[in-house]
């Protein structure tokens, strides 16, 4: 599944389709830690798309809502405002991973 793809409907009239990354999000939910996701940026948002029994989930973050991305080790980390904390991807497959970095770092200074 390419969750890296959205409905051009789904964009705001005035938004623009930055780069995106799939690749293994590693979060808990129940007992399940990893999941297959993405991240697909714009220019006024960033939008993950996670795999969730073969249905696309999404959930919408302001850039205002990122406190930082990162890379560190093999991993590419997007950090929240405390409580929320930091979110994981690994093993990715589909995406640039510093023109994501590049772009998200950006929209974020």
């Known amino acids: 599944m390419d969750l890296t793809?959205?409905?051009?409907?789904?964009?705001?009239?005035?938004?623009?389709?930055?780069?995106?990354?799939?690749?293994t999000l590693l979060y808990k939910v129940g007992e399940q830690t990893e999941f297959e996701g993405a991240y697909i940026?714009?220019?006024?948002?960033?939008?993950?798309?996670?795999?969730?029994?073969?249905?696309p989930y999404k959930?919408?973050?302001?850039y205002q809502d990122i406190?930082?991305?990162?890379?560190?080790?093999?991993?590419?980390?997007?950090?929240?405002?405390?409580?929320?904390?930091?979110?994981a991807m690994v093993n990715i497959t589909k995406g640039d991973r510093d023109e994501f970095v590049q772009f998200v770092d950006e929209k974020l200074n």
């Open 67 to 87: 406190v930082s991305v990162f890379v560190e080790r093999d991993a590419l980390f997007l950090e929240f405002p405390q409580g929320m904390g930091k979110m």
């Open 5 to 23: 793809t959205i409905d051009e409907h789904e964009l705001y009239p005035t938004e623009k389709l930055g780069p995106a990354l799939q690749g």
């Open 41 to 55: 940026t714009t220019s006024e948002r960033l939008i993950m798309s996670v795999d969730m029994n073969g249905e």
């Open 59 to 62: 959930r919408v973050f302001s």
